[in-house]
């Protein structure tokens, strides 16, 4: 067994799957110019979806839950869905973007 | 395929990484962080002017690069504990203090971040988005300080290259740990940084 067995495997794809859509967060939250607020409102919304995405590879994938008791991989799953809708909905209760 | 994709793959058994204490320490601690994130957005829905005037003085570019930093930390910790499963000493003893390096990277980086601020006059109690700013991003940052003391730990147990099965339990509770300071940040970047 070499570096090279532990390095070929799924989470250092996950890892560069997860700096590219980092990238992706990055591009479309920092230079991207949908033109209208509306538009701003939908950027947004594909913002919160790809971070919570994000942290449900993170939490599969990297701290293994995907393989754990299902209860607890319950709670997870529960908790990217649950929050993600909160915050989607908390931010539609605000005013038009200011842009 | 590692070892708990491999068992998985069998459909023999399912395998709790770590303490369950942690589980319930990582499970309480991201509930309050939701709150936080609730919190945040709830009182930007009442002023999104003063939020989003205030938003466009951070550093987007630190940010994401705080973002990558946590990213690549978390995967050497991944492949720190996949190392001490497999008793690779060597490999083991240099992922540790790699991740560890990342965050002090991340700590640069704020360092940084919070003088620019400071010394423009920006502080907790200019208003209400720079005040959750520091108070969520202090926090969090608390959590990277902890993280990297348990790194550490982590560093010394692989250096004397305890991997028993009790020693691999608590490389897997260390790990997610420092996930879960990964994946606050995750959140946290976009909300304070993106959200337009």
């Known amino acids: ?99 | 395929m590692n070892v708990t994709e491999a068992a998985a793959a069998r459909g023999k058994s399912r395998h709790l990484p770590g303490e369950v204490g942690l589980w319930i320490f990582v499970l309480g601690d991201m509930l309050i962080f939701s709150l936080f994130f609730c919190v945040f957005l709830f009182y930007r829905a009442h002023d999104v002017a003063t939020f989003s005037a205030s938003q466009a003085t951070l550093n987007m570019n630190l940010g994401a690069l705080n973002t990558l930093l946590l990213l690549t930390s978390s995967w050497f910790v991944v492949l720190g504990v996949e190392a001490t499963r497999r008793k690779m000493k060597s490999i083991a003893e240099k992922m540790f203090p790699l991740a560890f390096l990342c965050g002090v990277g991340f700590g640069v980086v704020k360092f940084f971040e919070y003088g620019e601020k400071i010394s423009k006059g920006v502080t907790l109690t200019t208003n209400d988005f720079y005040m959750y700013y520091y108070i969520f991003t202090g926090i969090h940052f608390l959590h990277v300080l902890i993280g990297m003391g348990v790194l550490l730990f982590l560093w010394s147990k692989a250096r004397r290259g305890a991997f028993e099965a009790g020693d691999v339990q608590t490389f897997e509770s260390g790990g997610a740990y420092w996930h879960m300071v990964d994946l606050l940040w995750i959140v946290l970047f976009p909300l304070l940084y993106l959200v337009k």
């Open chain 1, 1 to 99: 067994m070499n570096m090279m067995s532990l390095i070929n495997s799924k989470v250092t794809y996950v890892w560069c799957f997860l700096a590219v859509l980092t990238g992706v967060s990055w591009v479309l939250g920092d230079g991207y110019d949908p033109g209208t607020a509306e538009g701003y409102r939908y950027v947004t919304i594909a913002l919160l979806v790809l971070a919570f995405f994000k942290t449900r590879l993170v939490i599969m994938y990297f701290m293994e839950v995907l393989n754990a008791p299902l209860p607890l991989r319950g709670i997870f799953e529960g908790w990217v869905i649950v929050v993600c809708g909160i915050l989607i909905t908390l931010y539609l209760t605000g005013g038009a973007p200011f842009v």
